[in-house]
């Protein structure tokens, strides 16, 4: 699998992303004061994350339905959670560990 970095905004629309980006800059893109993530599993090595606005729901945005589906391929069975806002997905790699 190759290396993906993109943007998903609510309306379905992919921007491709060059190069990593901070997480303040990311968090910036998608109108988030804090960021979520989801391990990406599904889409093998190397591991990539979709990082999500932690409050989307509880700011009222809308349903992501691409970002959801790619969220209920790593999910039990049954999960009924939806992503809310634009959502960005990067390689793990991109971030450096502390």
């Known amino acids: 699998?190759?290396?993906t970095?993109?943007?998903i905004r609510v309306d379905g629309t992919e921007t491709v992303l060059v190069g990593p980006h901070a997480l303040r800059d990311i968090a910036q893109m998608i109108g988030a004061d804090?960021?979520?993530v989801v391990m990406l599993r599904h889409m093998g090595k190397p591991l990539h994350t979709m990082?999500?606005?932690d409050?989307?729901?509880v700011k009222g945005s809308a349903?992501?339905?691409k970002a959801t589906t790619l969220y209920h391929l790593n999910c039990v069975p049954g999960t009924t959670w939806e992503i809310h806002g634009d959502v960005v997905?990067?390689?793990d790699g991109d971030?450096?560990?502390?």
């Open 89 to 91: 997905i990067v390689p």
């Open 63 to 65: 349903v992501n339905e």
């Open 1 to 3: 699998m190759s290396i």
């Open 95 to 98: 971030f450096a560990e502390i």
């Open 51 to 53: 990082l999500v606005d």
């Open 5 to 7: 970095r993109k943007l």
């Open 34 to 36: 804090t960021l979520d």
């Open 55 to 57: 409050e989307g729901a």
